[in-house]
Every structure is written in structure tokens, then in C-alpha cells.
């Protein structure tokens, strides 16, 4: 996949912006501020609904206005054309339209431009909390998947109304555990649904990621991570969806109690772990910034090369300003994945002819000024 255009109204300091880019590498270069990320924003809003920051659609607003608008015009791998455009007025609902119709919902246009973003706010995927980590396999597993979004959805709307319940529970001396039934027999069915999905992609995902990790770090360290789901039990790739609903009966009803007592969920996909592990240390432990890194760039580039695999499409690259973070070698082993997989990559530093200077001698580069919000290409 590849976008050919971008248009952009509103957006932060973008007032009105469109810039074509080209099929190899676009560096956007330009001071803190000067509305680089944003563009990579834009396009994230047009392949997931949303920022990659963890912001409001409304705080995108650019300040002196009350909307913003995003589109993108791009081709498959095949050549076939791919259009999206995002609207939001205000604190209203998103208005989203694309090639495959209008007044879509944010599930119906993920994974249809796949994208594969590389941000230092990214760390906490190897540093972070579990849920940073269960962040990361699901933003994956919904790009290459329609029906794991599907039970994502379901299981969280039961998650948050069963929560609910159980709180209530807490107050109320005579209250009827019955009613919790229904929302208990969602959240198993879907929940081994997404168990069953995630050890899959345990599976299929830790070998490039072995790979990855032995070439970026030449060798000097050996990576593994070990899917630890909640309430399943100690699974194996044969285990069945009806195994681990079983398996999740017998703990909710163990736990009833508790619970109610509580007045929470205590086991389930929302619980679930990924652990990483570094020469059989867990990396959030032990690994140092340096390791840290390199663990990054091999997760996220095991990343495209799964979601290359499973969408038969290659995805589109962003960098968001990942250079000013790594030495030099790292630097070169992340242009030369790019490169070497003819992926088309977004790429944002504050220094272009830094940048030219650690290019690969055969990669085809375009490079845009980034100035208040203005876009000028540039040669360098």
C-alpha cells in the first residue's frame, strides 16, 4: 500500500495542507512544533479513526476553528484505489466516508489502509504496564482482522456492564447475582474467542521477532515472549475455543465471591500479560535503554512483516521522530528494513541533511520543510 495524497483542514497548526508523497521514503523535516507529527497524525486518523497519541478527536481542533478534516487517496500493491475521508464538527460524532461507502463506523475502515507506526512514545510496549502490551496485539490483531475487532467490542461493552453490576453488588444487601449471568456468558464466549486469537498470534509472530531482534542486535542477546492469558490456564496452540471457555466457567464461578466482594472482574482477557523477556530476564526488569530500543524496532518491525503476511498488503511506515532517539547503527538497521522491504515510510526529524547523511545509498527519498503548518518539498 502507498498514499498518494494527503489532504488536511484544521488539524492543530494545519489549516490547509496537501502534500503527494512518493512510493519510497518522505522525510519531513523541521523545528519542534512545526506540525510534522501532525501530518503522520492525519494519517493514522485515516487508518484506525484516531491519533497514535493518546488524545481527544476534539483537542486536534486547530484553536481559531471548529472542525477539522482529514482524507487520503492511496493504491494497494495491486494498484487498486483506496480513498478515506474523516470529519468531525465540534464534540459530534466522527463522519467518516471511504471507497466502500458513507456514515461509516470506525471498525469498518481499520485495516484497510494498514499502517505500522515507530514512535518514542511506543517504548512502554517493552517498559510499560501489561495493558501497554495488550494494546500492542490488539491494535495489530484489528488491522488484520474484522472479527477480532468484533469481539473486542462486544467483550468490552459486557467488561464495563458486568463491572458496573458487581459495583452495585457492593451497596445492595439483597442483590440478585442472577442478572450478571448474561453479561458472565458474553464475556466467556468472547473472551476465549480473543484468548484463542492471541496465543495464535503468539505463534505466528515470535519467530520474525526472534529474527528481527538477533539481526538489529547482531546476535548479542537471545529475546523470547511468553502470551500469559488470564483465567485460561496454561494453553497450547491445539487447545480449542470450547477448552478455554471451560476453563473460563470454572474461574468465574471459583470466583463469585470474590467478585462480588470486590465489585470487579478479576480474570479475563482484560487481565491478560505478554511477557518479554531478554537472556531469560523480563525485559521491563532488566534490559537497559539501549536494549530497549532494539527491542522496539524488532516488535514493530515484526509487526509489518506479520500484518505483510496476513493482509497480503505491505504496510505504510511512520517514524515519528525515532532518530534523535538512536545511535547511529540502529539508525541505518531501521532505514535498511525500510528500504530492503520496499515500504513506503513517513519519516519525522527536526535535521533533513542529518537524515540524508545516514540515507542508503540506493533508497529513493523525497524531503518536505515543515514550517507553522506549511509544507514545501525540497531536495535538500
Not at 493514522?44 to 478527536?57: A, E, G, I, Q, Y
Not at 495489530?140 to 469481539?151: C, G, N, R
Request: hydrophobic letters at 35%.
Amino acid at each position: 500500500m502507498y498514499i498518494n495524497n494527503i489532504l488536511i483542514n484544521n488539524l492543530r497548526n494545519h489549516n490547509h495542507t496537501e502534500v503527494d508523497f512518493g512510493k519510497g521514503l518522505n522525510v519531513l523535516y523541521g523545528l519542534n512544533g512545526s506540525g510534522k507529527t501532525t501530518i503522520l497524525e492525519a494519517i493514522s486518523l485515516c487508518s484506525f479513526s484516531k491519533s497514535f497519541l493518546h488524545v481527544s478527536d476534539s483537542s486536534l481542533i486547530n484553536k481559531d476553528e471548529n472542525f477539522w478534516n482529514v482524507s487520503t487517496s492511496s493504491r494497494s500493491d495491486l494498484d487498486v484505489p483506496y480513498k478515506v475521508n474523516i470529519k468531525l464538527n465540534g464534540n459530534s460524532r466522527k463522519l467518516i466516508s471511504s471507497t466502500h461507502g458513507d456514515n461509516l463506523l470506525p471498525k469498518e475502515i481499520i485495516g484497510e489502509l494498514p499502517v505500522v507506526i515507530l514512535s518514542p512514545d511506543y517504548k512502554t510496549i517493552t517498559s510499560g504496564s501489561p495493558a501497554d502490551r495488550r494494546e500492542f496485539i490488539d491494535k495489530i490483531l484489528a488491522q488484520s482482522s474484522k472479527v477480532y475487532i468484533e469481539d473486542i467490542i462486544r467483550y468490552k461493552k459486557a467488561l464495563k456492564q458486568r463491572n458496573n453490576l458487581l459495583l452495585k453488588a457492593k451497596s445492595e444487601r439483597n442483590f440478585n447475582k442472577h442478572i450478571l449471568e448474561p453479561w458472565t456468558e458474553i464475556l466467556i464466549d468472547t473472551g476465549a474467542s480473543i484468548i484463542k486469537k492471541r496465543k495464535e498470534f503468539e505463534s505466528d509472530f515470535l519467530p520474525g521477532f526472534q529474527n528481527i531482534y538477533r539481526d538489529v542486535s547482531n546476535g548479542k542477546e537471545i529475546v523470547s515472549f511468553n502470551y500469559m492469558p488470564s483465567g485460561a490456564g496454561k494453553i497450547e496452540n491445539s487447545t480449542s475455543k470450547e477448552e478455554i471457555k471451560n476453563a473460563l466457567k470454572e474461574k468465574f464461578a471459583s470466583s463469585e465471591n470474590e467478585e462480588l466482594r470486590r465489585g470487579t472482574t478479576l480474570y479475563g482477557p482484560q487481565k491478560d500479560e505478554l511477557k518479554i523477556t531478554i537472556n531469560d530476564g523480563i525485559a521491563r526488569e532488566f534490559a537497559s535503554q539501549g536494549q530497549h530500543k532494539s527491542l522496539l524496532i524488532s516488535m514493530k518491525f515484526s509487526e509489518f512483516f506479520y500484518l505483510k503476511e496476513k493482509k497480503r498488503e505491505t504496510p505504510v511506515v511512520l517514524l515519528d521522530d525515532i532518530f534523535s532517539e538512536l545511535d547511529i547503527e540502529r539508525a541505518e538497521k531501521v532505514l535498511e528494513l525500510v528500504t530492503n522491504n520496499s515500504a513506503q515510510s513517513l519519516i519525522t526529524v527536526t535535521d533533513g541533511e542529518t537524515m540524508k547523511k545516514i540515507m542508503p545509498k540506493n533508497a529513493v527519498c523525497n524531503y518536505y520543510k515543515i514550517e507553522n503548518g506549511n509544507v514545501l518539498k525540497n531536495n535538500l
